[in-house]
């Protein structure tokens, strides 16, 4: 339960508010405020005087150390002689928002901007200093005045991951500080897993939320349940998180408009959240990009019913976990190493789960295990695990760590989920226990062709260029371009150039106009569609592929702006 003191508290009383902002319940909305998505942003106050979202995420601090930050409308003023926003309506919204039970985190990163740390020790240095420009500390220049925010959330999406857990484990001592009060940390990494600019951040630092973005990516919303890895993100929390009541929020685009791909309507959002939440416990709810859109197209309205019907709330502190009516254990124990390929590694594992209540599909009895009777050339999979009939006995060995064992046909293969299930098991020869038949052709999806690969474009302007695939199907692909500045604004005057993979064409853009010549594609903007100053261009290609996908090199891409 979130603690108010003194006057915030009193407040919220007088509102006669039912609840505060719990981060151990399931049924929390979050949602991002601060860049103007939909165009037609409200002041911060306005969307807390109802209780549709319960968390509020100001968007964004997007420079750091050197602090930059960017509201858009809603706040444009500065310190005198200083670059250095200052925004005194901000900081009365925050402080009434507070007082509706209301939190309001801060995030730092953005699809754009410049910033990054070299070491843990920087990172720790300006934990100081957002201790004191936005927490209980003192400075001489506080952006939201004498407003204290109730947390930190990190939204990285460029720049190397160095820094970030000395920047927490220093922030988390300030927040010790303060013992009648909590704080939180957040991330927002997107779906695939694990995340490439905050994986080993998130493997080595507490984090209290983590609001995985469902959308611009193959395992997002729209690809479910296909594609869709909350089953990933669901086992992170479970066995490799700091905080095991790590709370996992369901990231989705608040209109069409507001991403390139993974946006689902309100029905399916829910028929997808009341899935999750039936599953598994490490569920805190929904989180949207960004306010003004999801308000616009009634997204949010569709959001907070879904999340009224249900709900629970563990009695863990600080985090989520198990619910009030299920509680999950796993216990993992390693006995032997030994490094070799992939498909052959032999990393032996005993993982024992234990469900208070039994859900609609377990591992049956019959799961292959080692020395247990099969019979010809059968083969198996069971978790992290694959068998191999032999003489009449299961041979059974593990998959290389992060990898998962899906039956090919009658091979089993190891491999990257990539939003596939990773429970239950299945035997070749017989009938499909559980969830764990291959969807898809495992040479098809495979870990080294879908990861975001981020570089310096070659351009004149520092900029920085990744490909991120949206959706693969019947060799049709739609694949995210995502150019963003390392320092200075670009025009809207630009175009992008790159390599396209042997067996690809490209069909349509959704931003600007495409041009081939070769293998080589070229991506024009229309100016008349451009605002004059860019910091990130963020759109889809469509086009067909034949033999297996792969992403675009961004060591070909050239970006060129006027």
């Known amino acids: 339960m979130r603690l108010f003191s003194g006057l915030v508290a009193s407040l919220a009383a007088s509102a006669g508010l039912a609840s505060a902002f719990n981060v151990n319940c399931n049924s929390n909305y979050v949602s991002y405020y601060g860049q103007n998505s939909a165009g037609n942003q409200k002041t911060l106050g306005e969307y807390c005087k109802d209780s549709t979202e319960d968390l509020i995420v100001l968007a964004f601090m997007n420079g750091f150390p050197n602090i930059i ?50 070491s843990d020790s920087q990172g720790a240095q300006f934990a100081d200093t957002v201790w004191n420009m936005f927490f209980k500390g003192s400075s001489n220049q506080r952006p939201f005045d004498d407003a204290v925010l109730d947390g930190i959330d990190l939204d990285i999406e460029g720049g190397g991951g160095s820094g970030y857990v000395g920047f927490i484990n220093q922030l988390r001592s300030h927040y010790a500080s303060d013992p009648g009060r909590q704080y939180y940390i957040a991330a927002a990494p997107q779906c695939p897993y694990p995340d490439s600019y905050l994986g080993s951040t998130l493997n080595s630092a507490w984090f209290d939320m983590v609001y995985v973005q469902f959308y611009n990516n193959y395992c997002g919303l729209n690809a479910y349940p296909t594609w ?24 989705a685009p608040g209109s069409p408009s507001a991403a390139s791909s993974g946006y689902v309507s309100g029905s399916t959002l829910s028929t997808i959240y009341s899935a999750v939440r039936s599953q598994y416990s490490s569920l805190g709810g929904i989180m949207t990009w960004d306010v003004s859109q999801a308000r616009t197209s009634g997204l949010a309205g569709a959001i907070r019913s879904a999340l009224d019907s ?20 796993t216990t993992t124990s390693k006995t032997s190493t030994t490094s070799t390929t992939p498909t052959s590694t032999v990393v032996e594992y005993t993982t024992t789960s234990t469900t208070s209540q ?31 009939c032999n003489g009449g006995s299961w041979w059974v060995s593990s998959c290389a760590p992060g990898t998962y064992c899906y039956l090919n046909g009658n091979m089993a293969t190891c491999d990257w989920a990539n939003g596939r299930p990773t429970d239950g098991c299945s035997v070749s020869g017989s009938m499909s226990f559980s969830k764990r038949q291959d969807l898809v052709a495992v040479n098809k999806i495979t870990k080294p062709s879908l990861r975001p690969k981020p570089a310096n474009a070659k351009s ?9 695939v949206s959706e693969l199907a019947n060799n049709q692909f739609s694949t995210v371009i995502k150019i963003q500045t390392n320092k200075d604004a670009f025009s809207g005057n630009w175009s992008i150039s790159f390599t396209l993979p042997s067996g690809q064409k490209i069909d349509s853009t959704s931003r600007g106009s495409a041009s081939t010549d070769g293998n080589t594609v070229t991506i024009k903007s229309d100016i008349s569609r451009e605002e004059s100053k860019n910091m990130a261009a963020i759109f889809k290609i469509s086009g067909t592929y034949t033999g297996e996908y792969v992403l675009p090199d961004t060591n070909t891409a050239s970006f060129v702006t006027s």
């Open 69 to 118: 930050m960017n509201f858009a409308n809603a706040c444009e003023t500065t310190f005198p002689g200083s670059s250095l926003l200052h925004c005194p309506n901000i900081a009365q919204d925050i402080k009434y928002c507070q007082s509706q039970g209301k939190a309001v985190i801060l995030s730092m990163g953005g699809a754009s901007g410049a910033y990054g740390f070299s």
């Open 310 to 329: 249900g709900k629970t709330c563990s009695s863990n502190p600080g985090g989520g976990g198990g619910t009030t009516t299920t509680t999950t254990t």
């Open 358 to 388: 039994p859900t609609t599909t377990s591992s049956p009895s019959t799961c292959p295990v080692n020395g247990g009777k099969c019979s010809g050339n059968q083969q198996g999979c069971s978790g992290q695990k694959f068998a191999i």
């Open 228 to 251: 869709f890895n909350y089953a990933d993100w669901d086992n992170w929390a479970k066995t490799s998180s700091v905080n095991k009541n790590v709370k996992i929020y369901i990231g």
């Open 460 to 468: 004149k302007t520092s900029t920085r260029v990744e490909f991120v």
